[in-house]
Antibody, heavy 122, light 111 residues
Framework: EVQLLESGGGLVQPGGSLRLSCAAS????????MSWVRQAPGKGLEWVSA????????YYPDSVKGRFTISRDNSKNMLYLQMNSLRAEDTAVYYC???????????????WGQGTLVTVSS | QSVLTQPPSVSGAPGQRVTISCTGS?????????VHWYQQLPGTAPKLLIFGNSNRPSGVPDRFSGSKSGTSASLAITGLQAEDEADYYCQSYDSSLSGYVFGTGTKVAVL
């Protein structure tokens, strides 16, 4: 059974930093790309970062580029998100998601964690 | 800003059929990227409902179906049930943004 368990959320002041972790189990972690997706309170879903299977390629939307860093440790089946220079608009539940695909034009998220809440406020 | 547009809400009586549209552009759906759909029950994480435009993962009832045409896609729910009350999101890839994009989300209400 695939399981993704996020941790590391909490209350942080504007301009501060936080590191999220996601522990993966139930599948061969090193064989799959992974992403982080967030959801602000009462709002929709927003993709915030992705990393390739071997950690050599990372991707970000403009909203977090230069502030967030995704990484992984395939030896520990762990995914991370380092968040710096946090803003109030980064307040959201952050989900870890396993990627799957049916070719280069069909990438989707087939399993999600339960999420961890990040609140940026003074 | 979401680049995939969905109606904010749709509703129907039990047993009825409802459809949710997902409108994109030439840099995402119209560029040939597949559309995928997620169901988010209240207070829970999203769950994959449809992948590759029209494929259902194991365990998803065949009451749910998806289609894609041009720059748009649709999710249909037939035989609507109370347990289908949830938020639904479409997702694709946008070549101009070089990233994954989600729809604005649609709340389904069962009357």
């Amino acid at each position: 059974e695939v399981q993704l368990l996020e941790s590391g959320g909490g209350l942080v002041q504007p301009g501060g930093s936080l590191r999220l972790s996601c522990a993966a189990s139930g599948f061969t972690f090193r064989n799959y790309a992974m992403s982080w997706v967030r959801q602000a309170p009462g709002k929709g879903l927003e993709w915030v970062s992705a990393i390739s299977e071997s950690d050599d390629r990372t991707y970000y939307p403009d909203s977090v580029k230069g502030r967030f860093t995704i990484s992984r440790d395939n030896s520990k089946n762990m995914l991370y998100l380092q968040m710096n220079s946090l803003r109030a608009e980064d307040t959201a539940v952050y989900y870890c998601a396993k990627e799957s695909d049916q070719g280069s034009y069909s990438h989707y998220f087939d399993f999600w964690g339960q999420g961890t809440l990040v609140t940026v406020s003074s | 800003q979401s680049v995939l547009t969905q109606p904010p809400s749709v509703s129907g009586a039990p047993g009825q059929r409802v459809t949710i549209s997902c409108t994109g552009s030439s840099s995402n759906i119209g560029a040939g990227y597949d559309v995928h759909w997620y169901q988010q029950l209240p207070g829970t994480a999203p769950k994959l409902l449809i992948f590759g435009n029209s494929n259902r993962p194991s365990g998803v009832p065949d009451r749910f179906s998806g289609s894609k045409s041009g720059t748009s896609a649709s999710l249909a729910i037939t035989g609507l049930q109370a347990e289908d009350e949830a938020d639904y999101y479409c997702q694709s890839y946008d070549s101009s943004l070089s990233g994954y994009v989600f729809g604005t989300g649609t709340k389904v209400a069962v009357l």
